[in-house]
């Protein structure tokens, strides 16, 4: 078992996040990367824009990260037993490319409450200040829910350029990761990520979010997966496991679902961005 220890579980309520978490080999990693690349080959476009979304439902390598039992093991230790996949998204930042995250809290637009869920960020590829790894506001997700600027400003990788103003990014804290590591955070805990000034691609595979079988979805519909334990309160509609690597039921699966996903991200917009 992988049970957060004390220390960590202190780190997560203190700061609002914790890492680094050793879940897997760079070995592995880069065989999740080729998949990625393979999806990436064979289907080009498939994976842009807001079709970074849900990829775990059409790649069997990403399926296995999303119900990993180190992963599912930490997760547990902050949200408890009973636990849903409800969404995953990969955060790719290709060398020269401008790419950025504005500063921001998860909990603002994605439509989870209660706050009993929680986002793990796992590294494909090494992620670090050079290349753009992400920096928590620590402690931030104590207070109350921000106000956000919309910002649709170009090279923000988040829906709306959803911008948190007055953050003081030379107190907050990289997480630096290594290819196999991950890090958990606080749907309420502020952070962003800088440009990849590297030569090589900055690959992050994000389970945003697990969830708590308590929690609702206020904003719309989403389809979830049980990862652990029993759902007994039954507020989403349950979805398979993918079928094998880009099956076509899964792909029409995974175009439904960031339909649907798109509605929650936008609610309430008269604007739409690229993701």
């Known amino acids: 078992m992988s049970y957060l220890s004390a220390n960590q579980l202190k780190q997560y309520n203190d700061k609002g996040f914790v890492s680094p978490i050793d879940i897997f080999s760079k070995n592995r990693a880069n065989e999740i990367r080729k998949e990625i690349e393979l999806i990436e080959e064979k289907m080009p476009g ?15 390598l990403l399926d296995d990260v999303t119900h990993n039992s180190k992963i599912l093991d930490a997760v547990q230790s902050v949200i408890g037993k009973n636990i849903l996949v409800c969404g995953t998204t990969l955060f790719i930042k290709n060398a020269n490319e401008k790419g950025f995250v504005s500063y921001h809290q998860d909990a603002k637009y994605i439509g989870l409450k209660p706050y009993n869920w929680v986002t793990a ?8 200040e050079h290349n753009g790894c992400m920096r928590m506001w620590s402690g931030s997700h104590k207070g109350s829910l921000k106000n956000h600027k ?9 829906t709306r350029g959803q911008t948190v103003n007055n953050v003081p990014t030379d107190k907050t804290t990289p997480l630096i990761l290594k290819a196999g590591q991950m890090s958990l ?3 309420m805990v502020v952070h962003g990520s ?3 000034k590297s030569n090589d691609r900055r690959i992050g595979f994000v389970i945003q979010s697990y969830i708590s079988t308590s929690v609702k979805q206020v904003l719309g519909k989403n389809g979830v997966q049980i990862a652990r334990g029993n759902d007994q309160f039954r507020y989403h509609n349950v979805i398979k496991r993918t079928s ?5 039921d899964d792909i029409k699966l995974k175009l439904k679902e960031n339909s649907d996903l798109q509605k ?3 609610r309430g917009s008269e604007k739409k961005g690229e993701y």
């Open 194 to 196: 800088d440009l990849n």
């Open 150 to 158: 919309q910002m649709f400003n170009k090279g923000n990788l988040l």
């Open 121 to 128: 960020w796992v590294a494909i590829t090494d992620s670090n």
């Open 46 to 60: 498939e994976l842009n824009k807001s079709g970074r979304y849900n990829a775990h439902l059409i790649s069997p």
């Open 264 to 266: 929650i991200f936008y």
């Open 244 to 248: 094998g690597f880009l099956n076509n």
């Open 185 to 187: 955070h606080h749907p």
